[in-house]
């Protein structure tokens, strides 16, 4: 399957051709101009690994990768810097970055990276999103469609339903903080938005407690986590 890669570059001429050269390479790429827009568009969408710019708007290339770390642990995420400094380098790896790319650099070298971070982390041919089909348990939930599917008949989702259990689906098994769902699926916080989260959840957990393998679980104080207990979920 074709590897999906996100990009965060503030510099409008390096992110087209960033995204050239990579989709030119025959990688699935979505580029983005700000860290805020990266971190929703990481949430809403599965990737199989993230290039990011150090110094980006709204939200810093740091503070991005230590946000998608808190989401997923194991995703690739290389830097791109214009600086030089060691400690920069440094703060870099302590956050999990598995490569740091200093600008200027060769678009070759940097293909070559990619593909090697990519055989190195995955091992296996890598995945795209496919149809969004997603397997819960004995359910099958289609994204596309807003349908979770199982022996016991079709239940059909509402839009924010189906985008919340995508959520869960595209970062299963991995606790995800509340204020980061609220960004994600409602883009804005506070009391009211808390609460209609709180309403979407206990739906989901509705139509999904016929299977005591698949539980959304409460994290007391942090978020939620979809608990996936026999192994077989995959999408």
């Not at 568009?41 to 740091?62: A, H, Q, S, Y």
Request: with cysteine; net charge negative; aromatic share 8%.
């Amino acid at each position: 399957m074709v590897a999906r890669i996100l990009i965060a570059e503030d510099d409008d001429n390096m992110r087209y051709m960033l995204q050239d050269s990579l989709e030119m390479a025959g990688y699935v790429v979505c580029a983005v101009g700000d860290g805020q827009t990266c971190l929703s568009t990481f949430l809403k969408e599965e990737f199989d690994l993230c290039l990011l710019d150090v110094m980006l708007p709204r939200k810093d290339g740091f503070s991005l990768a230590a946000d998608i770390r808190k989401i997923n642990r194991v995703i690739p995420i290389v830097f791109l810097t214009a600086k030089h400094l060691k400690e920069d380098r440094v703060q870099g790896f302590r956050i999990g970055a598995d490569d740091y790319v200093t600008k200027p650099f060769s678009i070759e070298e940097l293909l070559l990276r990619i593909e090697a971070i990519l055989k190195r982390v995955y091992q296996t041919p890598t995945r795209a999103d496919g149809e969004s089909i997603y397997e819960l348990g004995d359910s099958a939930f289609n994204f596309q469609h807003q349908t979770v599917v199982s022996s016991r008949g079709t239940i059909t989702l509402t839009n924010k339903e189906a985008k919340l259990l995508r959520l869960f689906c595209i970062h299963r098994n991995q606790v995800i903080e509340r204020d980061l769902i609220q960004k994600a699926i409602w883009e804005d916080e506070g009391y009211f938005v808390g609460r209609s989260m709180d309403v979407f959840i206990s739906r989901l957990r509705k139509i999904l407690r016929d299977d005591e393998r698949i539980v959304i679980q409460t994290i007391h104080g942090i978020g939620y986590k979809l608990q996936v207990n026999d192994g077989q979920f995959n999408s």
